[in-house]
């Protein structure tokens, strides 16, 4: 699986849009990306995925730039519920998970 | 919505006792995985399995083993516990052709004294 590189840390303003960049330059063309966050001690949880197309769903938008060397993961409306650690995966097995070193998102109101 | 159920919640145990931690997929998900989350640390895949049979496999111990049941329910035991072993044991399935979205368990904090 390509490697990612995330921001170590981002805060955003309460109701405020949260843009979380992602960079996998190595990302092969069977490869997907995803996104997963984990808030304090809880279990990771699905946001999205995509693999060229930009995609939407009720959590988060996925924008993937053309030459799919990297994304970022958008939060229209942040909320302070949306404090987590946010982790983008770029997988081709459809086994493990392989989690590197995420985003802390800080929202603040 | 049912999620995903982990037993127990929290364990002590001391140093070289066995733990058998266990773990009840949504229903209809077929497909089992375990992770293991140190303190600080990224969760990091142990193993997975699909129709009780092992489909991967990643950093487990040889201390640890696991399996899934006729009912799709899973077992994580581990023997010779070590203090290393303290962490959160997270639990996830995953329906039946669709394993590239995996749902957790609340986890199992085990902590080794």
């Known amino acids: 699986d390509a490697k990612t590189t995330q921001p170590t840390s981002m805060d955003c303003a309460e109701g405020r849009a949260a843009n979380l960049p992602c960079n996998h330059s190595?990302?092969?063309?069977?490869?997907?990306v995803y996104w997963y966050r984990q808030i304090h001690s809880q279990g990771p949880q699905y946001i999205i995925h995509?693999?060229?197309n930009n995609e939407t769903n009720e959590m988060a938008s996925l924008i993937i730039t053309e030459d799919r060397k990297s994304s970022t993961l958008i939060l229209p409306h942040a909320t302070l519920r949306d404090t987590a650690v946010y982790y983008c995966?770029?997988?081709?097995?459809?086994?493990?998970?392989?989690f590197g070193a995420g985003t802390i998102l800080r929202v603040k109101s | 919505a049912a999620g995903v159920i982990q037993s127990p919640r929290h364990l002590i145990k001391e140093k070289r006792e066995t733990a058998t931690l266990k773990c009840y997929p949504i229903?209809?998900?077929?497909?089992v995985y375990w992770y293991q989350q140190g303190p600080g640390q990224d969760p990091q895949f142990l193993i997975s399995?699909?129709?009780?049979?092992?489909?991967d496999k990643g950093s487990i111990p040889d201390r640890f083993s696991a399996q899934q049941f006729s009912d799709y329910h899973s077992e994580l035991n581990m023997s010779s516990l070590e203090l290393g072993d303290s962490a959160l044991y997270f639990c996830?399935?995953?329906?039946?052709?669709?394993?590239?979205?995996?749902?957790f368990g609340p986890g199992t904090r085990l902590l080794v004294l």
């Open positions: 996830a399935s995953s329906l039946p052709g669709q394993q590239e979205t995996q749902y």
């Open positions: 190595t990302i092969s063309g069977n490869e997907y």
């Open positions: 995509g693999l060229k």
């Open positions: 995966i770029v997988r081709v097995t459809l086994n493990k998970l392989v």
């Open positions: 229903p209809r998900h077929d497909t």
């Open positions: 399995f699909y129709e009780k049979m092992q489909s």
